[in-house]
């Protein structure tokens, strides 16, 4: 043993104190062999295996008399002890990325003045909760806090962290403590929550915070603190709004304060989780996005420290690739922390399993996906980053793998310059499943049958990344994990910039988007399937406005979900939509180089799509969430196909921008003409596109005549659909002729439709920030069926025709089948009697009715035959007799009718027909689908319906639908469908 001992010493020098140290307690439960093997696996089989020792490959060193680097050893550390998280069942909790607010009561913060294990460590964060305000009667354990995400000042001389106070015991949830942000001064030894009142800082759940240039503390919180302002301001409670698959759970969002906790800013827009922020060396703030409304994507964006120019960064599809194995989870990245260089360091570890894994380090400004270099930048080469993890051997994150070179559950640079990290690390240990014995990590003790990995035994190291070796700091031990080590170094802190922005548009509360071209797609002309239309740039803008496939763009706002408390409401007021509800900010022109310049409210998520000449959709979904902040003025190139493997919305791994706008300065765009405020032409400067130069000219109706002449202005939306043919030269065609598809052209009489949105906002330049266009379907879509209306002198009503129930001439009631198998009624509907008959009607598959025998009623089990042909289109039925006149099938390969076993004379079971009251053989019945005319799909995808107002066939079409409904409400029923064609699209609407 002694021999052991010395041998060990000599090799590793202090090193063995500390390995014996942290397996004391092992030694206890083992025998010599696994003592000695544990020591030695601790500190050769994944520590300097990396360095050539143990068996592995490499060229680093060993250096058994290495002495203390007193760079290092000067350096305070603070780090994280907790217990092995597990739940009330003692069942192990692991972190789940999607879980940013989970509580592990136990932790502490604790310092050590140096990086070493001998240091003595202080717990800097109990003096948050006195004893004397935990009697030991309601907490028997002490008061069970919990700690995370600590972050240093550049200054060293601050840590900020998270912490919750400890639980409430048996109170409601919103009733307990909240995550706070904290900070302790290294110098003066204080600790302070930076929201020095109780008010304000349990008004939210705040965590992740970071220093930032300015000194502003940035953090990500569900306090949402201007998007409740606005809730206001569209006449709503305040509330956090809901992520966008569980609206009880409030959405985390950056924000940031000063250090005294005042002057509280939202800064992000998303619907669901923007967290783990942190800053990059140029002074962006980079975090990750939970993009839940499409593709249900983790992964980087950037934010400028005020919130402008948000967007996305790296990793959209390679950090959501799902496994191969559909038993595991897809791996996420923990513990974000930017390394000197601004890649950014992370845990690669599946979410909610396993409390480490792998460590990995991205390279954000090179790569926009692992194999995807940013054009121009000083990558590490065009072929992709070959590796992302920091070790050269391979560390297990599968759920169900053992790793035999261990875990880490955290990471953290040294900025010394010598490319190190602290780490929190655990060795591999097994546990023999009889004995539960603890044995090392052996090849042929993996092998054992049943063997599992015992409990993890984080402690925290050193890790030089250049020599593959690391030394301990912080000695691991049995229940307990020492993680998120930062050290408290001073360093150059990241740049600090002010974004410029347009004051006037600030006072507007609004933005502006400027789309270079729509028929830009990811660098590549698009027509929008219209094959007829123009085949290039230059062709398209010079083109007739009935030639340009691209017409109008929308702009779409999230409807942030309430909690059950703020409001109760049923599931089934987002009828079809699959959970979502959507209201429209307004409607632009796009102008014929496809390019659009457009004021749009600030700090509210939103997203585009662009129409075609009836206000339909023609492009892709959007699937990520837009902001802008008052006064930013936004630029992007063009429209992106999802099915392409190029970058979008990132500025600067985009390919070039297909419309470069004007080729000269001094010349008109081809075919058109534009004015001054006085009526003089004036030309666009070069580079400028047509939104551009239309924003600071103007069309005229006579040249030289400034009284004819439009207000010269930034364009800004309309709730209505409106054209003019404002750049076409009538020297060189006649100008098509205007059109609008207004509200307030619904009806004649405004009190049998009720317009989606206020009076205000449908005024002549009446639109603002405020103005929203919210549509429900029974206050706004059920009234276009039920509504009088004359079409060609006569009084129509859709409910007259697609409705169960009419009347003969003496002012009976009858049943009818409805027209074209199509109810339009208000009656509640017999597939949710939440929904009217006609929403389910038209969206929803159904089945084929007729009337009963009886013609009392309705069924949708449909006689295969019937003997008295009628308007119902059922085949008439043919009978066979047998030689004594009697119905039979015999011989009949397909028997139309209802048969029935009897056994014969001879004993024979025998089919016969089963015959009615007169005689005759009772058809079949069968169930025949009908397809729903309207999709959720949108207006396009729902051309079955609105076919029938555009074409009629004499030989197949019973009624001429054309002129039905006018051009105002074909309108309103294709944005309603284009937003998903929700039964309400305010939840509060929804509700008594």
């Known amino acids: 043993m002694i021999k052991l001992r010395e041998s060990l010493y000599n090799n590793i020098g202090n090193r063995f104190m500390k390995c014996e140290l942290g397996f004391s307690l092992l030694t206890l439960k083992a025998d010599f062999l696994f003592w000695r093997n544990a020591c030695l696996a601790s500190l050769t089989s994944i520590l300097l295996v990396l360095a050539g020792c143990g068996g592995g490959s490499g060229g680093g060193k060993s250096d058994g008399g290495q002495q203390p680097d007193p760079v290092v050893v000067d350096l305070p550390i603070a780090y994280i002890e907790r217990p092995i998280p597990v739940d009330e069942d003692g069942e192990p909790v692991f972190p789940d990325v999607f879980e940013p607010a989970a509580f592990n009561p136990g932790a502490k913060l604790i310092l050590k003045e140096r990086a070493t294990a001998q240091a003595t460590p202080v717990d800097i964060s109990s003096a948050a909760f006195p004893l004397e305000d935990f009697p030991v009667e309601d907490y028997p354990d002490g008061p069970l806090y919990d700690v995370k995400d600590i972050s240093v000042h550049p200054d060293g001389q601050r840590l900020v962290f998270a912490m919750r106070a400890p639980e409430i015991e048996d109170a409601d949830e919103d009733e307990q403590p909240t995550w706070n942000i904290w900070e302790y001064h290294l110098e003066s030894k204080t600790l302070r929550r930076i929201i020095a009142t109780d008010i304000v800082a349990e008004a939210g759940q705040d965590i992740s915070p970071r220093y930032l240039p300015d000194g502003r503390i940035l953090f990500a919180s569900t306090r949402q603190t201007r998007s409740k302002a606005i809730l206001l301001d569209d006449g709503k409670p305040q509330y956090a709004a809901g992520i966008e698959d569980d609206r009880n759970e409030p959405a985390f969002v950056l924000h940031t304060m000063k250090d005294d906790g005042t002057d509280i800013q939202q800064i992000t827009y ?68 930017p390394m000197p260089d601004g890649r950014i360091a992370a845990i690669l570890k599946p979410s909610g399993a396993l409390l480490g894994g792998d460590m990995v380090v991205i390279d954000g400004a090179g790569f926009r996906e692992f194999d995807r270099p940013v054009q121009g930048a000083n990558s590490a080469g065009a072929d992709g980053q070959t590796r992302i993890s920091i070790l050269p051997v391979n560390i297990r994150e599968g759920e169900n793998e053992i790793s035999p070179h261990g875990r880490f559950a955290s990471l953290y640079p040294l900025y010394d310059g010598t490319n ?52 301990p700091v912080v000695l691991a031990k049995p229940g307990l994990m020492y993680t998120d080590a930062v050290s408290l170094e001073k ?15 600030a006072q507007e509360s609004v933005g502006v988007l400027h789309i270079r071209s729509v028929y830009d797609i990811d660098g590549s002309f698009g027509r929008y399937g219209v094959t007829s239309a123009p085949a290039d740039l230059v062709a398209m803008a010079a083109a007739a406005p009935s030639q340009r496939p691209a017409r109008f763009l929308r702009l779409i706002k999230a409807v942030s979900m309430p909690d059950d408390d703020t409001l109760d409401f049923d599931g089934s007021a987002f009828g079809v939509s699959g959970g979502v509800m959507r209201e429209i900010l307004g409607y632009a022109p796009i102008e014929p180089d496809g390019s659009v310049k457009v004021k749009v409210p600030a700090d509210v998520a939103f997203t585009i799509e662009i129409l075609d000449v009836n206000g339909r959709r023609i492009s892709p979904a959007h699937n990520n969430w837009l902001q802008l902040r008052p006064g930013e003025v936004r630029e992007c190139n063009g429209c992106h196909d999802n099915r392409n493997d190029v970058a979008h919305g990132r500025a600067d791994a985009e390919v070039a921008a297909l419309n470069q706008g004007a080729v000269t300065s001094g010349m008109q765009f081809l075919n058109t003409i534009r004015f001054d405020s006085f009526g003089t032409p004036i030309t666009p400067a070069m580079g400028e596109t047509m939104a551009e130069f239309a924003a600071r000219s103007t069309f005229c109706a006579e040249a030289g005549n400034a009284a004819s002449c439009a207000p010269v202005a930034q364009r800004q939306p309309s709730v209505d659909i409106v054209f003019n043919d404002e750049w076409t030269d009538p020297a060189v065609r006649a100008k098509e002729p205007a059109f609008d598809y207004r509200y307030s052209t619904l009806v004649d009489d405004p009190a049998q439709i009720h317009a989606p949105t206020s009076e205000a906002c449908m005024e002549p330049d009446g639109w603002n920030s405020l103005c929203r266009i919210t549509i429900n379907y029974e206050t706004h ?33 009858l049943v009818q089948v409805p027209a074209g198998q199509l109810e339009l009624t208000s009656q509640p509907s017999d597939m949710n009697n939440d929904h009217m008959t006609s929403y389910s009607e038209l969206l929803v598959d159904d089945l084929r009715q007729v009337l009963t025998g009886d013609m009392a009623g309705l069924t949708d089990n449909i006689p295969v035959c019937e003997f008295v042909v009628d308007e119902d289109a059922i085949p008439e039925c043919q009978v066979v007799f047998d030689t004594d006149g009697n119905p039979t099938c015999d011989g009949v390969v397909d028997c139309p009718f209802v048969q029935q076993d009897i056994t014969n004379e ?42 029938r107002f555009a074409n009629f066939d004499a030989a197949t079409d019973t009624v001429d639908h054309r002129g039905f409904l006018n051009s105002s409400e074909l309108k309103l029923l294709s944005e309603w469908l284009d937003i998903r064609a929700a039964y309400y699209n305010n939840p509060f609407d929804s509700v008594d």
């Open 270 to 337: 998303n619907q669901s989780h923007d967290i783990q922020p942190g800053v990059l060396p140029d002074g962006r703030v980079f975090y990750m996005r939970w993009d839940a409304m499409g593709n249900d994507n983790l992964s980087f964006y950037t934010v400028n420290p005020d919130g402008t120019n948000s967007q996305i960064y790296y990793g959209y599809n390679s950090l959501n690739e799902e496994p191969e194995d559909d038993t595991q989870s897809t791996p996420r990245l923990f513990g974000l922390n």
């Open 420 to 471: 190190r990290l602290l780490v929190s690390w655990s060795q591999c240990r097994l546990q023999e499943p009889e004995t539960e014995r603890l044995l090392p990590c052996t090849e042929a003790n993996r092998a054992i049958p049943d063997i599992t990995e015992a409990e993890p035994f984080y402690g925290i190291w050193i890790y030089d990344i250049t020599q593959q070796t690391q030394q």
């Open 491 to 505: 360093i150059t802190p990241p740049t600090f910039f002010r974004s410029e922005v347009d004051t006037q548009l």
């Open 781 to 813: 879509i059920q009234p276009l069926w039920e509504r009088s209306r004359i079409v060609n002198a006569v009084e129509r009503q859709c409910t007259g025709c697609h409705s169960r129930n009419t009347t003969d001439l003496n002012g009976n009631a």
């Open 906 to 947: 001879l004993g024979e079971v025998e089919q016969v027909l089963v015959l009615d009251a007169e005689g005759n053989p009772i058809p079949l019945t069968e169930q025949i689908d009908v397809t729903a005319s309207m999709s959720a799909g949108g207006a396009r995808a729902s051309a079955r319906f609105f076919s």
